[in-house]
């Protein structure tokens, strides 16, 4: 963790169809130019919420980035904006970056031809199926671990949309049919090709909740793709592997920003 002289957070919310957003934005206390500053929009994986990014947040606005990274509605039990599990799906939370993205837009401390998104796991998903409608919202792309295989696990969990239940428990969490319907439908590999910008996949080659596979295989759907495979990285990174994966990320964003 950078020296806390480093950076500075403060709140910052916006709403969406009357829901509030919640997020916490980070600012290098002394950045090296004046300026609006390259930013980095985090959005978290299924079931967590901002926190779990707040490490590359504090590496990044030590390193003169802003960052913002906030919660999904709905999109954990203990995130900070309003709403359910049960309303969330992957169009919500598209709608709930889109959102923020227009937050952003606002601030004056951000360069808005320089927004990067870094999304783990759903929350890279999402970016994705995002920057695929919306290919010029975003200057790069940092996706780890993201969830690509959601597609094809539903396919197989439910052989039509019809087997769907109402709400089922997805990891620990009760989400509902049109979640498990968005899902079945929406294949990200089909959006890939639509996103002019690079892309860094960060993946561990011990995910057993995501396999390498499918990270590997996107770098062909992508126009400008790579992967920076994290040796011993399991699905959630520890230890050494965070360690290599937030000087991955740093890297990456750096380079393009």
Not at 7 to 34: A, M, W
Request: charged share 20%; net charge negative.
């Amino acid at each position: 963790m950078p020296a806390s002289t480093t950076y500075t957070s403060h709140e910052l919310c916006t709403s969406l169809d009357g829901r509030r957003i919640y997020g916490q934005l980070f600012l290098p206390t002394n950045p090296k130019v004046e300026g609006p500053l390259p930013t980095v929009v985090c959005a978290h994986g299924f079931g967590a919420n901002y926190l779990s990014l707040v490490p590359l947040a504090w590496e990044l606005a030590a390193r003169d980035f802003a960052v913002y990274c906030f919660d999904f509605c709905g999109g954990g039990y203990a995130a900070r904006s309003e709403g359910n599990p049960l309303q969330m799906t992957l169009l919500s939370e598209q709608d709930d970056l889109l959102a923020v993205t227009r937050l952003l837009a606002e601030q004056p401390q951000v360069d808005e031809s320089r927004l990067f998104l870094l999304g783990e796991d759903q929350g890279g998903l999402v970016g994705t199926l995002l920057s695929g409608t919306h290919p010029h919202t975003f200057a790069s792309l940092v996706l780890i671990n993201p969830a690509f295989n959601l597609h094809d696990s539903f396919r197989k969990l439910f052989p039509t949309k019809k087997n769907i239940p109402v709400s089922f428990r997805l990891h620990g969490m009760r989400v509902c049919r049109e979640y498990g319907e968005q899902a079945w439908d929406t294949n990200p590999y089909a959006y890939m090709s639509a996103y002019p910008g690079s892309v860094c996949i960060v993946h561990g080659d011990e995910d057993t909740t995501v396999p390498l596979d499918y990270a590997r295989r996107a770098t062909k759907a992508f126009p400008r793709a790579r992967v920076r495979v994290i040796h011993g990285g399991k699905h959630v990174f520890r230890g050494n592997a965070q360690r290599e994966c937030i000087d991955a990320v740093v890297e990456f964003l750096t380079l393009h920003a």
